[in-house]
């Protein structure tokens, strides 16, 4: 008898390719003819680009074949209809790995670990990496390890290298640059594409450098944003998944707007990453859709 208290168990298609008719009816007639139990589908053809995307959740038990054979015979409709690299099947009986990169702010940190450790976020941080140690104590009180890479003037390379080795270990589904104050050289960016993900506030490129709520301050600016988006070797320009915004006024002081900043970060990449890790976000060029 099946434990009605577990999450029932679905594969999720992501899927692109160009536009034409009868697209929907292929997927669908694949699925029908395998005994597929379709209980989500979402559909959104780009006018601009003549590209069509659709995400298709289907009960695994539904299914004659587990998610690598779904995996084998669904490449045959990609191929049909010109996909090519531009889909994947994900099994939500395999548990998500995240890795956080920090420095020393630790508000979007202390955010994740409280929605994890609530069962908010169904994901397992594997560890947390730092260039500083101030999040070190937080981290292990939630028994995650925490490891310390410096990155000394003059080393950041081989400070990059060894970030890399220590992420790469868990084979994470998603890196997050949790106000990461380090820039990830091209080479990660690379590697790690569709899966490492920033948060930054929105003042850029209006307001560039240091201090950058005084220089908005001063502005009177009325919205403090963020933006949640896919790391690319273009700094801060990568594709977007979520931004969202909180209003200020005249009224507030330039540590209210930054505690208004660090408020809406916070939830901004919450629900990036939540979106990510459901399988809800396609990327196509420097465009995401997010179903």
């Known amino acids: ?34 005994g597929g139990w379709i209980v989500e589908a979402a559909y959104h053809t780009d006018p601009d680009t003549g590209w069509f995307f659709t995400r298709q959740v289907v009960r695994a038990d539904s299914l004659p074949f587990d998610a690598a054979g779904l995996r084998a015979r669904f490449g045959e409709v ?49 560890a947390v990496i730092g260039n500083h140690e101030s999040l070190a104590d937080i981290t292990r009180a939630h028994g995650i390890p925490f490891h310390h890479v410096p990155f000394p ?31 990830l050289p091209a ?7 569709g899966r490492a993900i920033n948060i930054h506030h929105s003042f850029l490129p209006s307001f560039i450098g240091a201090k950058p709520y005084h220089q908005a301050h001063t502005r009177g600016v009325k919205l403090v944003g963020a933006t949640c988006h896919y790391v690319t070797a273009d700094l ?16 507030d002081s330039v540590d209210d707007m930054v505690r208004k900043g660090r408020d809406i970060e916070k939830v901004t990449l919450a629900r990036g990453l939540r979106w990510h890790l459901e399988n809800r976000v396609l990327v196509h060029g420097n465009r995401t859709v997010v179903f």
């Open 187 to 193: 080479d990660l960016c690379r590697d790690w594409a």
């Open 236 to 251: 801060d320009a990568g594709p977007i998944i979520e931004q969202d915004v909180i209003r200020v006024d005249h009224g």
């Open 1 to 34: 008898m099946r434990d009605v208290t577990a999450p029932e168990r679905r594969y999720v298609i992501t899927f692109g390719c160009p536009d034409r008719t009868g697209i929907i009816a292929r997927i669908s007639g694949f699925l029908a003819e395998h």
């Open 78 to 126: 990609a191929a049909d209809l010109s996909a090519e690299s531009n889909w994947q099947v994900s099994d939500t009986g395999e548990r998500r790995r995240a890795v956080v990169l920090v420095s020393k702010a630790g508000h979007c940190l202390y955010d994740l670990l409280g929605r994890v450790a609530s069962g908010e976020l169904d994901v397992d941080i594997a």
């Open 153 to 183: 003037a003059g080393g950041k390379e081989e400070a990059f290298e060894q970030v890399r080795k220590l992420v790469d270990e868990h084979d994470p589904h998603a890196v997050v640059l949790a106000r990461f104050m380090q820039i």
